[in-house]
């Protein structure tokens, strides 16, 4: 599927490009600041998911078919391989793409908050909730928070799925930008990790970057990172849970740039 993205840094070209990619319920504009920031030095490219922002809908919403869209996009922004960054469920299709038949596509890797493991989150509440916005009655965001507050408790949390609302420029009328039944469909699959058809390791650098205030990087699972990535590092964003470039993004800019620049 062809993704639709937002490139910042045309003239920078030379120096490289950086590929950058959100996760579940998440858009390419989540990371417009840092994108743009990056840009200074560098071609940068944020990418809507399948099923996310403005790219098109599809009901498969397997990381297979994430890391294959992934590869279509890359060759179409580079002639050479990128700096492929990718958060939470982004960063698990960027996993996916290094460790396939087209990780060649891949210079190096940043993993934000992630890993290739199997987690037992549980997002059919956010599901219910966002099915059961009745958008004849709303008519604005902070309507759209209030009516996910009853399956939601945390209020950023309904902010950030509050983003995922669009508004008919005909009709006046609202509706969700995402796909929910292909999420709710591969719920299963989105907190997975599949094991079969990947290559043993990827052999490039990779940066694991995690919350301090998150526990998606386990330290018990670093023998398994290690395993599929030999040269991965890891650190740690203070003050940061899962949504680490929301909370903490000079932090994260920061360490961006250090790992670019090593």
Do not use: C
């Not at 294959?68 to 982004?90: C, F, N, Q, T, Y």
Request: no cysteine; proline share 3%; charged share 25%.
């Amino acid at each position: 599927m062809k993704l639709a993205h937002y490139a910042f840094g045309e003239e920078n070209r030379d120096n490289g490009t950086i590929v950058i990619i959100h996760g579940l319920f998440g858009q390419a504009r989540n990371w417009t600041a840092i994108a743009r920031r990056l840009a200074e030095k560098y071609h940068v490219v944020t990418a809507d998911l399948r099923n996310h922002g403005r790219s098109g809908w599809d009901m498969e919403m397997t990381y297979p078919a994430m890391a294959g869209d992934l590869a279509e996009l890359i060759r179409e922004v580079s002639d050479k391989p990128v700096h492929l960054v990718g958060h939470s469920m982004g960063g698990k299709a960027s996993m996916m793409l290094a460790l396939s038949a087209d990780a060649e596509l891949v210079a190096d890797l940043v993993v934000v908050d992630v890993a290739p493991v199997v987690y037992d989150h549980d997002y059919t509440g956010y599901i219910s909730a966002m099915r059961g916005v009745d958008f004849d009655a709303v008519s604005r965001r902070a309507e759209v928070e209030e009516a996910l507050s009853s399956g939601v408790s945390e209020k950023g949390v309904r902010q950030f799925l509050a983003q995922n609302v669009v508004t008919d420029k005909d009709s006046g009328k609202m509706s969700w930008q995402v796909n929910i039944d292909a999420m709710a469909n591969h719920l299963d699959d989105i907190t997975g990790w599949p094991e079969d058809g990947l290559s043993d390791q990827f052999g490039r650098d990779v940066l694991f970057v995690a919350g301090a205030n998150s526990h998606y990087i386990d330290p018990k699972d670093r023998d398994h990172i290690k395993a599929l990535f030999p040269k991965a590092a890891f650190t740690i964003i203070k003050g940061a849970g899962h949504w680490v470039h929301a909370e903490k993004p000079e932090a994260v800019l920061l360490t961006l740039s250090a790992f670019l620049n090593r």
